[in-house]
């Protein structure tokens, strides 16, 4: 059958990709929040921004003003990137009113008196732990937390809203409001011109039951505040009931310290919140391990190899060469298209965007642009890459489908573009319609979810048929061999070579290289904690391929032995396998770690676990794949067929 050429590809796919270039830009700023530093002289005005609500109870983000806080007149939204608007950040501005290095006692925010509605909302937020977050100068807020078993300080992200406990001898739990906040920014000096860059922003939270005299005016002075005193309120003062009817007053204290430390170096007390040293020997151990056995794995495979490729090309006579065994035996069925040769073409083209997605995107974050002061850029970059990446997926698949005597590449172009990001999308507008039905902030508004369709159509998908014409275009891969027209009967197989154990069996030894790793990225994600060691993860995520790799080519290597020439989906399923145990260890991370106990969260939680558990086992199965094309074609070419 001789394949047909590519026709043009249509106008349609270049206005596509134009238009929505155009597009997506005024939708959403491609830019990542300000990272240049800024000088502020005394007295000049700071803005305190307020974030998200969060809690790693419910996994539910909820913007700040969802609860009856102080507001100003009029509340503006700050321009949000994609990463930041798809995290639920919602930052807005806020009363917290800061003039530089200026102090401030108990200043009075706002006064409110509560109502059934707004008392029994932060009695629910106070129940699930939810935190405020706000931000100062590109800085989150943290609240320094002393450990006495470290005998060190550690940084919690945000502050409570309340507590809940027994007080004043009552058996009843009851609810309590932190409405007193001292805040503390560090800054560090700059000598010549006498400016100063902000270097920290902390918080210590108080509930504290204000009282005064006579009826509540502007000015009134508040009897709980002792301006003399080195802070204004104390934790021993009567705390700030939550109930219907009751009057809460929020107040502030600003301090400001001198640092020693640079601007450059700022986030660095951030980015140290985990225990470093547990980390540093954990990855250390795992890249020990992994590197040795894959240094064993290589140094069998080259010498069994060696030695077959050597015993084969000294066969001389016909006796001799009828009575060989082993993978020579299946050189005329090896290179066979496999069933579903149209799907494999299709995982194979998604794996290869995948692939190069989290290369690049690794790549750039070592190199430290996406660093979590680039409040959501990580996102960001991983969402216009995998769009811009799609011309590899079309590449890809366009050229293993030729292989195979393909002639619809418009056909597995389509099948390309449409069906993993279909089954990812469809997934994800179920979990998102659950969180608008939660009211969540973390639910994606419409309008983004418009620009993210038309990041899809209008550029992933063109270049997609872009790279699949490119690659149509080209002579067909050769095969080393010739394949036979009868197929050769497969003989039956030891128990150890059942395809369902050898499947499950490789995906052990990937899976093995990055759970170590994984637990600090689920945890980054799932805690509300920053992951920033992307030098090591670039590291272990290398490791993952050299293991996928060596894995599926012993297996393949063995299969091989046992003349069952059935390698393609095998090569594929082996590496992707690891998929699998990824999904497993983030349900043992759900029920051991987290304290997730709604059925809402729980939903959400694997339910994007699951979309991440599928696009690894892409990626690991087009590794795994890929390592065994290249192996075979490198074993038939290097020895002779009559």
Not at 430 to 452: C, H, Q, R, Y
Request: hydrophobic share 45%.
């Amino acid at each position: 059958m001789e394949v047909g050429r590519p026709q043009l590809i249509p106008p349609w796919i270049s206005l596509c990709f134009f238009f929505s270039l155009c597009f997506f830009s005024k939708v959403h700023s491609f830019y990542l929040p300000g990272v240049a530093p800024q000088d502020f002289k005394q007295g000049d005005p700071l803005k305190v921004k307020v974030n998200k609500l969060t809690s790693t109870k419910t996994q539910l983000p909820y913007s700040f003003y969802s609860l009856p806080y102080c507001k100003p007149d009029h509340i503006v939204d700050s321009a949000e990137n994609l990463g930041e608007v798809l995290r639920g950040d919602r930052i807005e501005n806020s009363v917290f009113e800061f003039r530089m290095r200026e102090q401030e006692t108990c200043k009075v925010a706002c006064r409110i008196v509560l109502d059934a509605k707004a008392a029994k909302e932060f009695k629910e937020k106070i129940d699930d732990e939810y935190r405020v977050n706000m931000i100062l100068d590109n800085l989150p807020l943290v609240m320094p937390i002393k450990r006495p078993d470290l005998d060190s300080i550690v940084y919690q992200h945000g502050f409570h809203v309340g507590l809940k406990g027994q007080y004043a001898g009552s058996k009843e739990e009851k609810f309590f409001i932190h409405n007193h906040l001292a805040f503390t920014v560090k800054f560090h000096k700059d000598e010549q011109t006498d400016a100063a860059r902000i270097v920290g922003f902390e918080v210590k939270p108080f509930s504290v039951k204000h009282e005064y005299d006579g009826k509540w005016k502007e000015n009134t002075q508040l009897k709980t505040c002792d301006v003399n005193a080195k802070r204004t309120v104390t934790s021993s003062d009567s705390p700030q009931e939550v109930e219907d009817k009751k009057e809460i007053i929020f107040t502030y204290d600003v301090k400001f310290e001198e640092s020693d430390i640079k601007w450059a170096s700022r986030w660095d007390s951030y980015l140290l919140m985990a225990d470093d040293q547990i980390h540093w020997f954990s990855i250390v151990n795992s890249l020990m391990i992994v590197l040795f056995l894959s240094g064993m794995v290589a140094m069998i495979m080259l010498r069994t190899l060696y030695r077959d490729i050597s015993k084969y090309n000294q066969l001389e006579t016909q006796e001799e060469a009828q009575e060989e065994t082993g993978w020579k035996l299946v050189h005329g069925d090896v290179f066979r298209a496999p069933t579903n040769s149209d799907l494999l073409c299709v995982y194979i083209g998604t794996g290869v965007q995948f692939l190069c997605m989290t290369l690049v995107t690794m790549i750039f974050a070592a190199l430290g642009f996406l660093s979590p002061s680039n409040r959501g850029g990580l996102m960001t970059a991983m969402l216009l890459l995998w769009a811009f990446m799609g011309v590899f997926a079309g590449y890809a698949s366009a050229r293993l489908y030729k292989m195979f005597k393909g002639s619809d590449w418009k056909k597995i172009t389509l099948w390309t573009a449409f069906m993993f990001p279909g089954t990812v999308f469809a997934i994800f507008f179920v979990l998102n319609a659950i969180i608008w039905g939660e009211k969540s902030s973390g639910a994606v508004p419409f309008g983004t979810m418009f620009a993210l369709v038309f990041l899809w159509f209008g550029i992933s998908v063109p270049l997609v048929f872009v790279g699949s014409y490119v690659g149509f275009k080209k002579p067909a891969i050769e095969e080393p061999v010739k394949t036979n027209k009868i197929p050769r009967q497969i003989p039956e197989q030891a128990w150890y070579m059942n395809p369902l154990f050898s499947i499950l069996t490789g995906g052990i030894l990937p899976f093995g290289a990055v759970f170590i790793e994984l637990f600090f990225i689920l945890t980054s994600i799932w805690l509300n904690q920053f992951y920033y060691i992307f030098g090591f993860l670039f590291i272990v995520f290398v490791i993952l391929i050299v293991t996928c790799a060596e894995i599926t080519i012993v297996l393949c290597y063995f299969q091989l032995c046992s003349e069952d020439y059935l390698w393609w989906w095998r090569s594929y399923l082996t590496a992707g396998s690891s998929a699998l145990y990824l999904f497993l260890y983030a349900a043992f991370y759900f029920f051991t770690k987290l304290e997730i106990t709604k059925l809402v969260s729980g939903i959400l939680y694997f339910g994007y676990m699951l979309i991440a558990s599928y696009a690894f086992f892409v990626m690991t199965g087009t590794i795994g794949f890929y390592a065994c094309f290249w192996f075979t074609r490198l074993i038939y070419s290097s020895v002779k067929i009559d």
